[in-house]
């Protein structure tokens, strides 16, 4: 069992940066791939990206390449999401993401454990 809880959301001006953290508890953090989500109001949830559990190789969607950066800390249990060149579509809650398996999946099934989200908005 992994426990995730989110923080670093707030509001932010269109062009703006913002870094996301994601604190695990439980169990060993390094043992497990991350990801991290979003949902806006009214759409599914989206995957963003994802990160091996040694850190070493990551995976976006297209829709954040070169503005989205996934970064871990494993000696303290942490996963990060730096944000920049921020845009009003980005506004959302996002959420970080704990699976059992080293498959790459950007399907929020694949993922077993879930923080409680944190609001982020962008305005223009």
């Known amino acids: 069992q992994v426990q995730l809880e989110e923080s670093g959301g707030g509001l932010v001006q269109a062009g703006g940066s913002l870094r996301l953290s994601c604190a695990a508890s439980?169990?060993?953090?390094?043992?497990?791939?991350m990801a991290w989500f979003r949902q806006a109001p009214g759409k599914e949830r989206e995957f963003i990206g994802r990160?091996?559990?040694?850190?070493?190789?990551?995976n976006y969607a297209n829709l954040v390449k070169g503005r989205f950066t996934i970064s871990r800390d494993n000696a303290k249990n942490t996963l990060y999401l730096q944000m920049i060149s921020l845009k009003p579509e980005d506004t959302a809650v996002y959420y970080c993401?704990?699976?059992?398996?080293?498959?790459?999946?950007?399907?929020?099934?694949?993922?077993?454990?879930w923080g409680q989200g944190t609001q982020v908005t962008v305005s223009s």
């Open positions: 993401a704990a699976s059992r398996s080293t498959f790459i999946s950007t399907r929020s099934s694949a993922y077993n454990y």
């Open positions: 439980g169990r060993t953090f390094s043992d497990y791939p």
């Open positions: 990160i091996s559990g040694n850190g070493v190789n990551t």
